[in-house]
């Protein structure tokens, strides 16, 4: 049992440093999305036009 004790308290101890000056970043990505039924030809290519396309965030659900 004096082992266990050992490691939870070497864990304790090393967890505030190891994790000192690495804040999370969260970036959404649920906006600004567009949506089509139709199979495109090369929507791949940068300067294919998507303007006609629906406009919507995710999540999504095309069948409602």
């Not at 864990?11 to 959404?28: D, F, I, K, Y």
Request: a negative charge.
């Amino acid at each position: 049992m004096k082992p266990f004790f050992g490691i939870l308290w070497l864990m304790a101890a090393v967890t505030p440093w190891a994790t000192a000056g690495n804040a999370r970043l969260t970036t959404s990505f649920d906006n600004d999305w567009r949506f089509s039924t139709a199979a495109p030809a090369a929507p791949e290519q940068p300067k294919f036009d998507d303007s006609t396309w629906q406009k919507l965030n995710v999540p999504h659900d095309w069948s409602i």
